[in-house]
């Protein structure tokens, strides 16, 4: 089975903290994504990936930024934490292999900026 | 623009009732559907996907879901619902660009012992 991990369940951070969020996934997989999810807005898509050290901007990049230097590692990045970020945050994964090809998640990291 | 609509924000069935949550999209091409759920404090798991050929997919936890292209719907079904199948549920379609997925608002699913 395809696993996609996140470095933290939790994480409590400040406002103006720099926070990053891990994700890694075991099945060589082309594409990794970071959605937010939040009550009544369903899953955004903030930034996605199809190559190392390649990116693309989703529906709400803003305050965020991405980095994949391995192919099995994609991190996001809030470069300067702001209470509008407190959120769940999923990971996911897909292969490059076909558009029939789904997406595999992560547990999720409820972030908390206080 | 592809969108995907789920007209039930909240479900609410009793232990042993059939299910049916309703899923509708809107794009041109031939669509690649996707259902997924969500328990709580969880990421999305797949159910089950639709790219071709019978319009019957079958899923797990004996979920199934019909394509009807004539509807641009992909309802997601289960003859007799058990307690632990209370969740959130996420249809999705594949959008024009190679791999961005449009996912519903969400159906929330809970079940009365």
């Known amino acids: 089975d395809v696993k996609v991990t996140q470095s933290s369940r939790y994480l409590v951070k400040r406002t103006g903290e720099k926070v990053f969020l891990e994700c890694v996934q075991d099945?060589?997989?082309?594409?990794m994504f970071w959605y937010r999810q939040d009550p009544g807005l369903g899953l955004r898509l903030i930034y996605f990936?199809?190559?190392?050290?390649?990116?693309e901007k989703g529906d709400i990049p803003e305050g965020y930024s991405v980095s994949r230097e391995k192919k099995e590692r994609f991190s996001l990045i809030l470069e300067s934490a702001s209470t509008n970020q407190t959120s769940m945050y999923l990971c996911a994964s897909s292969s490059g292999q076909g558009k029939h090809q789904p997406q595999h998640f992560g547990d999720g990291t409820r972030l908390s900026i206080l | 623009a592809q969108s995907v609509t789920q007209p039930d924000i909240h479900i609410t069935v009793s232990e042993g009732a059939s299910l049916e949550l309703r899923c509708n999209y809107s794009?041109?091409?031939?669509?690649?559907l996707f259902w997924y759920v969500q328990s709580p404090g969880q990421g999305l798991q797949l159910l089950l996907k639709?790219?071709?050929?019978?319009?019957l997919v079958q899923g797990i936890k004996g979920f199934e879901a019909e394509f009807k292209r004539s509807q641009s719907s992909f309802n997601l079904r289960k003859p007799s619902v058990h307690w632990s199948d209370a969740a959130e549920y996420f249809c999705?379609?594949?959008?024009?660009?190679?791999?961005?997925?449009?996912f519903g608002p969400g159906t929330s699913l809970s079940v009365i012992p």
């Open positions: 794009y041109g091409a031939t669509p690649y």
């Open positions: 099945m060589d997989h082309e594409n």
């Open positions: 639709y790219f071709s050929g019978d319009t």
């Open positions: 990936s199809y190559d190392v050290k390649m990116k």
């Open positions: 999705a379609v594949r959008g024009a660009s190679y791999d961005k997925v449009i």
